[in-house]
């Protein structure tokens, strides 16, 4: 039973497996896992631990599944690393770690945590054959991960979900799904070619283009709005200003560029709202 489509042996299958970790999907996911816990102010390490790996596993399901559902069964893309039993196994591998990780959660903190992870690995597992075919799941499903692996993150060292998390936690799903919007539209010809049903296609180019920055101005203002009430640590406001310059330049540029530019500008106001929370440099001003 090959694993590998390039390649025979031990070495082409790590290969191929390692080809679905993709840095820039996957970070984000497990970043926002350990900002929950930062917004808790403390964290224990085997906690934070265990759900960064159930979140991981999560994000690597998703990356074999989309892989194995646009090659091998919509013949979408050109090419593909595994092949079906590699893909099979892939699979296999990953929710065994996710329930490994889950069980963690469960004996160190409870049920609750357990029901707010497994919904990343969901999401992950029918994003490319139910949700990625709907306006709706093709923009929301990777968001939606990301808010659950902060409310998760939180709870697991908390043991509650605080109004903080919450809040983060809808900021970064309007974000993202805005920039998912901008995404989707570099597909724009083929989505409709295949009549694959997202914002774009839906709405238009244009419209869609609106629709995302529109999203994207949301998020920012509510992250001001929460910062004035005092919800937010003061210098959230730096995040808002580090995105809000990326986002002006994104507006005018093509999709693939402005997506490129609108994922890294990400990063910043992660990490900025990382040093706000843990630092809050401006409290004391």
Known sequence: MPIARHGTGILAATRAYLSQVHPVFMLPPLAASIFGGILTGTVAPVEAGAHVVAIFAAVYTAHVQDGYVDFHVRGEDDDHPLTVTGCRLGLVGSTVLFALACT???????AVAVALTLPTWLIAYFHAPRLDVHPIGATAGYPVGIGLAIL???????????????????????????????????????????????????????????????????AL??????????????????????????????????????????IRGSYVFLAVLVAAVWFEPLATL
Do not use: W
Not at 104 to 110: A, S
Not at 189 to 196: A, L, M, N, T, V
Not at 223 to 248: H, T
């Open 104 to 110: 963690v959660v469960f004996m160190r903190v409870d």
């Open 152 to 218: 998760g993150g939180y709870y697991v060292q908390a043991g509650s979900i605080g109004t903080l998390a919450l809040a983060f936690a809808a900021v970064f799903v309007v974000l993202l799904s805005g920039i998912k919007v901008i995404d989707d539209a570099q597909d724009y010809d083929y989505d409709r070619s295949i009549r694959k049903r997202t914002v774009a296609v839906v709405l238009g180019p244009k419209r869609a283009h609106d629709v995302a920055f529109g999203l994207l101005a949301v």
């Open 221 to 262: 203002v509510g992250v001001i709005g929460f910062a004035v009430y005092g919800a937010f640590p003061p210098g959230s406001v730096l995040a808002v200003v580090a995105f809000g310059a990326v986002a002006v330049v994104a507006r005018r540029a093509p999709p693939t560029l402005a997506t490129m530019l609108l």
